[in-house]
């Protein structure tokens, strides 16, 4: 079967680094996207990674290894806005998301 | 219109009624997708359509059918809602189908008593 595992909730200090992890078991592979949910809100995209490695976006950066199945997200200088769900995705060979239950960020001043 | 609306925004449902969740999007994309989300559990696809005059079943189809007569609309219906239909329900959007990002709209909150 097809598996995103996260965390359910992390707690962090503003002006803090957060990372959050993400691993996967899929059927095929074709990218892992990273996206924002604020709570009563719709999700919002905030990476993009196929190629291991780190992507760097300001603030986020995003960290693939598909050899391992796993990703993180990493968040630095954190905000009190940046209190949401993090879902983590993986595109399937069927090219159709599969979704993890997403990581509550609580940020705490 | 900017991006992606849904309607209503939340509907309170009896069960057996018929449902049909509206959704539309003016960035011309090729792709849209619905999901549900349940609490503790990850977004699901229910139906897909890559571009308009196709669809396709996502991960939990039954008891939804949608259809794509054009380009912007892609609605969602339930022929007999069941309690177990309530959920909040996503529309989204790509560009294209595949590794494009997906634009979401605000969701519709559904309530089947």
Not at chain 1, 38 to 45: K, W, Y
Not at chain 1, 64 to 89: F, I, N, P, V
């Amino acid at each position: 079967g097809q598996n995103i595992d996260q965390p359910t909730e992390m707690t962090a200090t503003e002006g803090a680094i957060v990372q959050i992890n993400c691993t996967y078991q899929t059927s095929g592979f074709n990218g892992l996207f990273w996206y924002q949910q604020h709570a009563g809100e719709a999700p919002t995209f905030l990476s993009y990674n196929v190629l291991d490695g780190l992507e760097e976006k300001g603030r986020f950066s995003s960290f693939l290894s598909r050899s391992k199945g796993y990703s993180y997200l990493l968040l630095k200088e954190l905000q009190m806005k940046d209190s949401a769900s993090y879902l983590c995705a993986v595109m399937d060979s069927n090219y159709q998301l599969i979704w993890g239950a997403g990581t509550k960020l609580i940020i705490k001043p | 219109i900017a991006g992606i609306t849904q309607a209503p925004t939340s509907q309170i449902l009896a069960a057996g009624r018929r449902m049909t969740l509206r959704c539309t999007q003016d960035m011309r994309h090729n792709a849209m997708y619905w999901y549900r989300q349940d609490l503790g559990l990850g977004l699901r696809l229910i139906h897909y359509s890559n571009t308009a005059g196709t669809t396709g079943k996502g991960e939990v189809p039954d008891g939804y059918s949608v259809s794509r007569a054009n380009t912007d609309d892609f609605p969602l219906t339930l022929a007999s809602a069941v309690p177990s239909q309530t959920s909040v329900y996503f529309c989204a959007s790509s560009s294209i189908a595949g590794t494009d990002e997906q634009f979401f709209g605000p969701g519709t909150r559904l309530t089947v008593l």
